[in-house]
């Protein structure tokens, strides 16, 4: 358990800090011309910060490019980037702040500022590099994708599928069309620290548009949202992919349509490299470069101001989390190159993180799965790009899951056995026979969803039930859990197949630090933490910044958790889900949620209610088959869930034919579930009094799951209030 007082390395660095009077010169900060003129435009990287004047919008609806696939006919064989691994942590030691590439001059590099946040959008910030990997030398995006562009010119970036294939970018393309990119939006008259708003499916124009100052806005948005969050971004530029979104923006602003994607390009042929270049020039690595909305639960989505330095060291610090070469390094072209499949949506920070940043580290190829990815289509197209490396939130895993688990019960009672067979040994790792086992069964598994080449399994999200995660292990198939927060650049802890431990999140990365602070009895206290991958603070408000970063640049997440003697971390809720009874006793439900899970299979979601209410109730989803078309749950269950009614006597094959207790079989074991839930916690008011299976499993169409399958908490609370009611105005023995 880390401990509440500083360690001395801390207390050194602290020291240092007052000694030299808080920190470093102040910033300083680039101002237009009086009247909101754009200067001569500063150097922009492939898509860099731009400029702006007074809010005004200009719409840019794209159309995929299908010209013909540019895959290089032969690879060169190129060296891989050459990086010395981290060394043991060391005391604070003075680093330089300008990188040490020589291919392009990559310009002037300021000292850092004076403080570890700042709300303004033109502000600059400490960077926290008083560990030994975190002393390496802090670079802008535009340096990253260009050294990437230029190690890897030929190998793959970008693949979008068309109607007449794969359309391929390799990476030289794809830093000239950032290039080419920003200057159109210069050409707009796109002005320094103002932002793009980039809302549509995710595409490698979505990408390219967003290597700079951009804002990622979920399609599924309201035109109200979209409102507030290009005021108060300053957004004079929106890129959308259909007329749908151009509507809904037009609807809010009032701006008229500029050129399709293509004719948009055409617009750089105005601006000349030069002007370009010193865009470029003015950039530091302690800037602002992206801005991300995050979710909040009251109130309207709060602004997280990313600098170069938070999206260029997670990407590299996560590289440690990829199967190692022979060198000891992540594998990078030529030696065999990266695939990823991009599918959840990119204004999702970790996606972004592994769809773009990580993407770029490692010189991987990007495949841009199909519209319809998550209503059914995404299988197919990993059986076709067969990646390399894979992650999903927990609602993916579980729809993996059920496409095994229906495969299964569609085979043979042979083919059935061998594989209970194979995942008991699996379970066990027993050597003897396990290569057998991989052969017949795990590979078989692997096949089936697209993943035999595959080499790392992430879990991007809160919530996946300790039942999923034991299934693929068995496959030989280990998830590795990832913590992060928005206010971390999306990941702060991973776990790695060398260090796995299950449920856990794993340990930070090289340059993060992390503690607990105010632990209960259980040791569960306040996550907090430190490193470089530590967000500016909130555009334009700094009260709010200044209430989650303390004044040596800690962290307080908000979430609640604990380390081991290992220094693995294991979060177990968020202050915001603890339930306050009306005795005034705090219950984290998510334990109990799991724990309602695992005693019964065949529910999916579980909901436990109790805001100021003498005891806790359950609202309960079962699990449900998914419409592709429309992405909402149907009425009849799934597979697994049938064969599972089977095995209790039971006939029903549909939700309705359990809900309301028409099936007295399902519902008595649905109830011996939760009494043994109960028989397994130690606090009385921790007991789960009443509960009902509502008539509906929960999706993102029906507004119960966000854009990542993120269960809403407020939404179903606000959705089943006449349920929640009922609960509590019938009498009870309690």
Not at 351 to 363: C, G, P, R, T
Not at 493 to 515: D, I, M, N, Y
Not at 597 to 608: E, Q, S
Request: charged share 20%.
């Amino acid at each position: 358990m880390s401990s509440n007082k500083p360690s001395p390395r801390e207390r050194d660095h602290r020291a240092e800090t007052k000694a030299r009077g808080g920190g470093l010169p102040g910033p300083r900060v680039w101002r237009p011309r009086e009247g909101g003129a754009p200067r001569e435009a500063p150097r922009g990287c492939p898509c860099a910060l731009f400029c702006v004047s007074p809010f005004t919008s200009v719409f840019l609806p794209w159309r995929p490019c299908l010209s013909p696939s540019r895959r290089p006919a032969s690879r060169p064989r190129l060296s891989p980037a050459s990086s010395a691994p981290p060394g043991p942590p060391s005391e604070p030691q003075p680093c330089p702040l300008s990188p040490t590439w020589g291919l392009l001059a990559p310009g002037p590099r300021l000292p850092t500022g004076p403080r570890y946040w700042t709300s303004r959008r033109d502000g600059e910030v400490h960077l926290r590099q008083e560990d030994a990997f975190a002393s390496q030398a802090p670079v802008t995006v535009h340096d990253m994708v260009m050294n990437t562009a230029i190690k890897y010119a030929n190998y793959i970036a970008l693949g979008s599928k068309h109607k007449t294939g794969w359309h391929l970018l390799t990476y030289i393309e794809y830093y000239e069309e950032c290039r080419r990119a920003a200057k159109a939006f210069l050409k707009l008259g796109l002005q320094r620290f103002h932002s793009v708003g980039i809302m549509g499916l995710n595409s490698e124009e979505w990408v390219i548009a967003s290597i700079g100052f951009s804002v990622g806005i979920l399609s599924t948005n309201s035109p109200k949202t979209c409102q507030v969050i290009a005021e108060s971004s300053e957004m004079d530029i929106f890129v959308v992919d259909n007329d749908r979104q151009l509507q809904k923006i037009i609807q809010v602003t009032h701006a008229a349509p500029s050129p399709q994607w293509r004719g948009f390009l055409d617009l750089a042929d105005g601006v000349s490299e030069d002007t370009l270049n010193q865009v470029i020039d003015s950039q530091k690595p302690n800037q602002c470069c992206a801005l991300l909305y995050s979710v909040s639960v009251a109130g309207p989505p709060k602004p997280v101001m990313l600098s170069h330095d938070n999206v260029s060291i997670p990407p590299g610090a996560g590289r440690l989390g990829l199967p190692a070469s022979r060198g000891g390094r992540a594998r990078c072209p030529p030696e065999e190159q990266e695939v990823l499949v991009s599918y959840l949506p990119l204004s999702y920070l970790t996606a972004q993180l592994f769809d773009v940043w990580v993407s770029i580290s490692v010189a991987g190829a990007l495949y841009f799965a199909q519209p319809d990815a998550l209503r059914g289509s995404l299988i197919d197209t990993l059986r076709e790009v067969k990646p390399t490396m894979f992650y999903g939130v927990p609602w993916v895993w579980d729809r993996l899951l059920d496409s095994l688990k229906t495969s299964q019960l569609a085979s043979t009672q042979f083919r059935r056995r061998l594989d209970k067979w194979a995942m008991c040994l699996g379970q066990t790792r027993t050597p003897v026979c396990f290569s057998l086992a991989k052969r017949l069964t795990f590979n078989q598994a692997r096949r089936f969803l697209g993943l035999q080449r595959c080499r790392q399994y992430f879990n991007l999200g809160t919530g996946l039930s300790g039942a999923t995660t034991e299934y693929f292990l068995s496959l030989n198939m280990p998830i590795c859990e990832l913590y992060g927060l928005s206010e971390s650049t999306g990941v702060h802890t991973l776990s790695r197949q060398e260090a796995f431990r299950l449920l856990s999140c794993g340990k930070s990365l090289p340059s993060t630090r992390t503690k607990t602070q105010k632990e209960d009895d259980d040791g569960i206290g306040d996550i907090h933490i430190w490193g470089r991958n530590i967000f500016m603070g909130y555009l334009d408000d700094e009260e709010k910044t200044q209430e989650k970063i303390d004044l040596h640049g800690w962290l307080r997440t908000g979430d609640l958790g604990f380390l081991d003697d290992d220094e693995f971390l294991y979060v177990t809720g968020n202050e915001r889900d603890l339930i306050t009874l009306s005795s005034g006793e705090k219950i984290n439900p998510n334990p109990i949620e799991e724990r309602v899970k695992r005693h019964i299979p065949i529910v999916r979601y579980v909901v436990l209610v109790g805001q100021d209410a003498p005891y806790l109730c359950a609202l309960l989803t079962l699990k449900c088959q998914i419409n592709t078309d429309t992405g909402e749950p149907r009425n009849a269950l799934t597979s697994e869930a049938v064969a599972f009614c089977r095995q209790l006597k039971s006939q029903s094959t549909r939700l309705s034919d359990i809900v309301c207790d028409r099936d007295p079989v399902v519902t008595e074991f649905i109830s011996q579930g939760i009494d043994a839930a109960n028989a397994e916690v130690t606090s009385h008011s921790a007991k789960i009094v009443k509960w009902t299976i509502l008539d509906t499993d929960f999706s993102m169409a029906g507004g119960q799951l966000g854009a990542t399958a993120k269960l809403k908490r407020a939404n179903v609370g606000k959705m089943y209030q006449p349920e929640i009611e009922r609960f509590y105005s019938e009498k009870n023995e309690y």
